[in-house]
């Protein structure tokens, strides 16, 4: 199994990117999925999910800036970012719990990371 991150980029401030992270191997389910945030120097942390169902939560630093959505279909979850201001920069990891067989439990996964600056 592995998770294909891409989208990131330098935008300025107030602008916004539309990140993908796309699963691909040997895939049963897709349980929750998730994009986790890692500052220079800080740690990764949780700032949007989205269960098999569509449920979302969201960080306060980001509520009503980013939207978590996803395609079943196509094994992908997408974060759209609207006014980015300095502080999002940072690597952007996706992960999410895949099961590979029926009735085995779903284990998690990171992928590679993607750089997002906000910078002028």
């Known amino acids: 199994v592995q998770l294909q991150a891409s989208g990131g980029g330098l935008v300025q401030p107030g602008g916004s990117l539309r990140l993908s992270c796309a699963a691909s191997?040997?895939?049963?389910?897709?349980?929750?999925m998730a994009w986790f945030p890692q500052a220079p120097g800080k740690q990764r942390e949780l700032v949007a999910s989205?269960?098999?169902?569509?449920?979302?939560n969201y960080a306060d630093s980001v509520k009503g800036r980013f939207t978590i959505s996803r395609d079943n279909a196509k094994n992908t979850v997408y974060l759209q970012m609207n006014s980015l201001n300095p502080e999002d920069t940072a690597v952007y990891y996706c992960?999410?719990?895949?099961?590979?067989?029926?009735?085995?439990?779903?284990?998690?996964?990171w992928g590679q990371g993607t750089l997002v600056t906000v910078s002028s």
């Open positions: 989205i269960t098999s169902g569509g449920s979302t």
């Open positions: 191997g040997s895939i049963y389910r897709i349980d929750g």
């Open positions: 992960n999410a719990a895949i099961g590979e067989k029926p009735l085995k439990p779903s284990y998690g996964y």
